[in-house]
C-alpha cells in the first residue's frame, strides 16, 4: 500500500493543524518555544496536539494550544490495528497540515494514514520520503540544545520565534486552589519558603546525585533558612524520595506519586527554589520561572539544561562527561566531585543573593 502522496499546497495556508508532541516531559517542556512560534505564525488556525496522556496535561496548560487529542498506546491505539483506528479518528477531523515534533517514523505513518495532506518534520528515523516538507537534520543541529533544535524545524518551516524563547503554562484559580489544599494536608502553606526537591531521574542511575546528600542539603536549608521541603516524583520515584527523607534530620513531605502531573506542575510553581537532577521536573520549573538548581552528572547540560533565566547548573568537567549512559561503568566521579557545600552554597545564593 502506497500511503504517501506528495502535495504542492503550501503550509502557510493550514487552517487546521496537528501537531504531533514529544512522548516525555522535558521534551515537551523543550518544544514549547516552537509551539509558541506556530501559534505567531498561523494565528487564526486551529491547533490541535496529539500526545500520550502522561504529557497531556502540560499542553492542556498552553495557551498557543487549542485542542489535546490522547493517542492511547498501550491502549485503544496499540499495534498495527490501534494505528489504523488512530488514523481513522486523525482523517475524521480533515487536519491541513501535521508538523511532527516527535523524531519517529510512527509519527509520520500515521500522519500518512490520516492522509493529512501536509506532513513537516526532521528526515530522521528513515521517514523523509513520507514527509512533504522535510527539514535535513544535521550534525550541527542535533548538537545544540533541544530547545533550539525544535526552533530550527520550526524556524525552517517559515515560523519566527520573534528572536526570544517563550514558555506559557497557564495556571487557573482552581490549580492554585488545589495546590494550597494538598500544601495544608502536609502542614504547609503556600507564604511558607517552600523548597522542592527532585531526587529522581528517568534513564538510569547515572542520573542521579546521591540521596544522602540532598538529605543533607534539604537539612542545611531547614536549619538556616526555615524552609519547608516538598520531595517530588512519579511512583517509579518513590525509592530515591524514600531515600532521601530516611537520611534527613527534618521531616519533609513526600509528593512522589501522589500528585497528578497538574498537580506537581501547580505545587512546583508556589516554590522558591527547585533542586533537581537532570529530570522532566527540573524542566517544569524552569519554565514557569521558579528558581531551579540543576545538578548533572552522565547527561549533557549545552543540550539539556533547564529553560529559564533564573536556572544554575551544577557540573564537574570531566574526560568522561557527558557519557550518556544509564549506569556509570567506571567510579561514578562525574557525581561524587560534586559536594554537599557546592549544592548548598548555590541554593542558598539562590534564594538570598
Known amino acids: 500500500m502506497k500511503i504517501s502522496v506528495r502535495t504542492s499546497r503550501r503550509i502557510e495556508e493550514a487552517q487546521h493543524i496537528l501537531v504531533r508532541g514529544t512522548n516525555w516531559i522535558g521534551d515537551v517542556i523543550m518544544t514549547l518555544p516552537a509551539m509558541a512560534a506556530i501559534r505567531r505564525s498561523f494565528p487564526e488556525a486551529k491547533i490541535s496536539v496529539l500526545a500520550k496522556p502522561w504529557v497531556a496535561d502540560i499542553f492542556s496548560l498552553s495557551p498557543d494550544v487549542d485542542e489535546v487529542l490522547l493517542y492511547r498506546s498501550p491502549g485503544i491505539h496499540e499495534?498495527?490495528?490501534?494505528?489504523?483506528?488512530?488514523?481513522?479518528?486523525?482523517?475524521?477531523?480533515?487536519?491541513?497540515?501535521?508538523?511532527?515534533?516527535?523524531?519517529?517514523?510512527?509519527?509520520?505513518?500515521v500522519a500518512c494514514l490520516a492522509g493529512i495532506p501536509i506532513r513537516a518534520g526532521y528526515n530522521s528515523d528513515g521517514r523523509g520520503p513520507l514527509l512533504t516538507h522535510s527539514v535535513k537534520r544535521t550534525r550541527a543541529i542535533?548538537?545544540?540544545?533541544?530547545?533550539?533544535?525544535?526552533?530550527?524545524?520550526?524556524?525552517?518551516?517559515?515560523?519566527?520565534?520573534?528572536?526570544?524563547r517563550e514558555y506559557h503554562l497557564n495556571l487557573t484559580p482552581g490549580d492554585v486552589i488545589r495546590a494550597g489544599e494538598i500544601l495544608g494536608f502536609?502542614?504547609?502553606?503556600?507564604?511558607?519558603?517552600?523548597?522542592?526537591?527532585?531526587?529522581?531521574?528517568?534513564?538510569?542511575?547515572?542520573?542521579?546525585?546521591?540521596?544522602?546528600?540532598?538529605?543533607?542539603?534539604?537539612?542545611?536549608?531547614?536549619?538556616?533558612?526555615?524552609?519547608?521541603?516538598?520531595?517530588?516524583?512519579?511512583a517509579a520515584d518513590r525509592e530515591s524520595t524514600r531515600a532521601v527523607s530516611g537520611f534527613a534530620n527534618h521531616s519533609m513531605a513526600d509528593l512522589a506519586g501522589m500528585t497528578t502531573l497538574r498537580e506537581?506542575?501547580?505545587?512546583?510553581?508556589?516554590?522558591?527554589?527547585?533542586?533537581?537532577?537532570?529530570?522532566?521536573?527540573?524542566?517544569?520549573?524552569?519554565?514557569?520561572?521558579?528558581?531551579?538548581?540543576?545538578?548533572?552528572?552522565?547527561t549533557n547540560p549545552v543540550t539539556t539544561s533547564p529553560p529559564g533565566?533564573?536556572?544554575v547548573v551544577v557540573h564537574k568537567d570531566l574526560p568522561c562527561s557527558p557519557c550518556l549512559k544509564t549506569t556509570c561503568p567506571t567510579d561514578f566521579q562525574c557525581m561524587d566531585l560534586i559536594g554537599v557545600n557546592d549544592v548548598y552554597e548555590a541554593a542558598r545564593c539562590m534564594i538570598q543573593p
Not at 266 to 295: K, Y
Open 79 to 109: 499495534g498495527f490495528r490501534g494505528l489504523l483506528r488512530l488514523a481513522k479518528e486523525l482523517r475524521s477531523r480533515k487536519f491541513d497540515a501535521a508538523i511532527l515534533l516527535q523524531n519517529a517514523i510512527e509519527a509520520a505513518i
Open 142 to 164: 542535533r548538537r545544540i540544545h533541544q530547545v533550539e533544535y525544535y526552533m530550527e524545524m520550526v524556524k525552517t518551516l517559515g515560523c519566527s520565534n520573534g528572536g526570544r
Open 186 to 234: 502536609y502542614g504547609a502553606a503556600q507564604g511558607d519558603l517552600l523548597i522542592g526537591i527532585a531526587p529522581g531521574a528517568t534513564y538510569g542511575a547515572a542520573k542521579k546525585w546521591f540521596p544522602d546528600r540532598f538529605a543533607m542539603v534539604a537539612d542545611r536549608l531547614s536549619e538556616t533558612l526555615g524552609a519547608e521541603i516538598l520531595l517530588f516524583g512519579s
Open 264 to 298: 506537581a506542575i501547580s505545587l512546583i510553581s508556589c516554590c522558591r527554589l527547585f533542586i533537581s537532577n537532570d529530570s522532566g521536573l527540573m524542566h517544569v520549573a524552569g519554565a514557569l520561572g521558579v528558581p531551579t538548581l540543576a545538578i548533572f552528572g552522565s
Open 309 to 311: 533565566e533564573k536556572s
